[in-house]
């Protein structure tokens, strides 16, 4: 079964910066899409972004230009690189597969302060 372990998330104020880190057990060489998903309190989850084994990336509308995903296949690692972060970033944020398997990670909290 995949384990998926994410960390990086924090409190920071508005216009800051975090990275995520996701390592995923088994490797990711095999799965052709992973993605970061975030839930924030009272609302479904949503896919902020995506990136296949050939580094196509999407993003949702609402993070592009300031998130950046990537994967590390030799590391089985996926990241997520968010910069300019607002206050509607706040969120715990998980990665998966795209499309998601059936487990999932513990999450990491991201808040950000205005």
């Known amino acids: 079964q995949v384990r998926l372990v994410e960390s990086g998330g924090g409190l920071v104020q508005a216009g800051g910066s975090l990275r995520l880190s996701c390592v995923v057990s088994g490797g990711i060489f095999r799965i052709p899409g992973m993605g970061w998903y975030r839930q924030a309190p009272g609302k479904q989850r949503e896919l902020v972004a995506s990136v296949t084994t050939g580094g196509s990336e999407n993003y949702l509308d609402s993070v592009k230009g300031r998130f950046t995903i990537s994967r590390d296949n030799a590391k089985s690692t996926v990241y997520l690189q968010m910069n300019s972060l607002k206050p509607e970033d706040t969120a715990v944020y998980y990665c998966?597969?795209?499309?998601?398997?059936?487990?999932w990670g513990q999450g990491t909290q991201v808040t950000v302060s205005s």
């Open positions: 998966n597969g795209n499309p998601h398997f059936g487990s």
